[in-house]
């Protein structure tokens, strides 16, 4: 059973919490504080630009003395992270994940985002569906008996 995209989809739901290019990155970690995200999707007038991660903010604004209150998310996104479908499998993008050394994929239909997968939606998809494996065998032999 091959668990894709659009599953963990519906088990986390599609909410994707938004910027614009403009704010500030201490306004950006302010919001991934209280919504306790660590990445915020950076548009402009509906359109994908990029994500901005909490390790973004560590490498491209504290290690090069950058002010978080002067510094606009837009100079320190992401925004060359590979995009998944919905029909992508999980294997896909725990192999896109770990071959490019990233924690988040953006999710596309068509040219319109539709959500955001981190690496622990991969790995807890991952596992559930382990779980559910296990389970069905425990069945299958108990039936067996």
Same mark, same amino acid.
């Given at each position: 059973? %091959?668990?894709?995209?659009?599953?963990?989809?519906?088990?986390?739901?599609? %909410?994707?919490?938004?910027?614009?290019?403009?704010?500030?990155?201490?306004?950006?970690?302010?919001?991934?504080?209280?919504? %306790?995200?660590?990445?915020?999707?950076?548009?402009?007038?509906?359109?994908?630009?990029?994500?901005?991660?909490?390790?973004?903010?560590?490498?491209?604004?504290?290690?090069?003395?950058?002010?978080?209150?002067?510094?606009?998310?837009?100079?320190?996104?992401?925004?060359?992270?590979?995009?998944?479908?919905?029909?992508?499998?999980?294997?896909?993008?725990?192999?896109?994940?770990?071959?490019?050394?990233?924690?988040?994929?953006?999710?596309?239909?068509?040219?319109?985002?539709?959500?955001?997968?981190?690496? %622990?939606?991969?790995?807890?998809?991952?596992?559930? /569906?382990?779980?559910?494996?296990?389970?069905?065998?425990?069945?299958?032999?108990? /039936?067996?008996?």
């Amino acid at each position: 059973m %091959n668990k894709k995209v659009a599953d963990i989809l519906l088990r986390k739901g599609t %909410n994707i919490t938004t910027v614009g290019p403009q704010t500030s990155v201490l306004e950006a970690l302010r919001i991934m504080a209280e919504q %306790n995200i660590g990445s915020v999707v950076v548009m402009d007038d509906g359109r994908y630009l990029g994500i901005v991660t909490e390790r973004d903010y560590s490498r491209k604004v504290v290690l090069r003395g950058k002010s978080s209150t002067d510094t606009p998310v837009s100079e320190i996104m992401s925004s060359d992270l590979p995009p998944v479908r919905p029909h992508d499998t999980v294997d896909f993008c725990m192999q896109l994940l770990s071959d490019k050394h990233i924690r988040y994929l953006p999710v596309f239909e068509g040219d319109h985002m539709v959500g955001i997968l981190s690496i %622990n939606d991969v790995v807890k998809e991952t596992i559930l /569906s382990q779980e559910e494996t296990i389970t069905q065998l425990k069945d299958y032999l108990h /039936s067996s008996l």
